[in-house]
Nanobody, 123 residues
Framework: QVQLVESGGGSVQAGESLRLSCAVSGGTFSRFAMGWFRQTPGKEREFVAAGSWSGGSTYYADSVKGRFTIFRDNAKNTVHLQMSSLKPEDTAVYFC????????????????WGQGTQVTVSS
């Protein structure tokens, strides 16, 4: 059974950086397309970033483009989300997820999800 475990969340000041990690077990990691989503209370989960199996293709929400980077380490079955120049509006619970399709932005395209990690950015 595929399992995803996020880590790296925390509380930072605006302008600072954080790196989230998502460790994947139970499957052939190198064949998965990965994505990151985030959710705030009372709102739908929203797409943040996605990457292809090789990591050669990446996709970002407009709100994070140029500030966030998704990358993966297939040798360690881990995908990361490097977040820079954080803003208070980036505050959310961040989830990683697995899809069979590359670059998709809809929740229903993702088959497996982690439990989420909280990111809080204060001004």
């Amino acid at each position: 059974q595929v399992q995803l475990v996020e880590s790296g969340g925390g509380s930072v000041q605006a302008g600072e950086s954080l790196r989230l990690s998502c460790a994947v077990s139970g499957g052939t990691f190198s064949r998965f397309a990965m994505g990151w989503f985030r959710q705030t209370p009372g709102k739908e989960r929203e797409f943040v970033a996605a990457g292809s199996w090789s990591g050669g293709s990446t996709y970002y929400a407009d709100s994070v483009k140029g500030r966030f980077t998704i990358f993966r380490d297939n040798a360690k079955n881990t995908v990361h989300l490097q977040m820079s120049s954080l803003k208070p509006e980036d505050t959310a619970v961040y989830f990683c997820a697995i899809s069979r399709r590359i670059g998709v932005r809809e929740e229903y395209e993702y088959d497996y999800w982690g439990q989420g990690t909280q990111v809080t950015v204060s001004s």
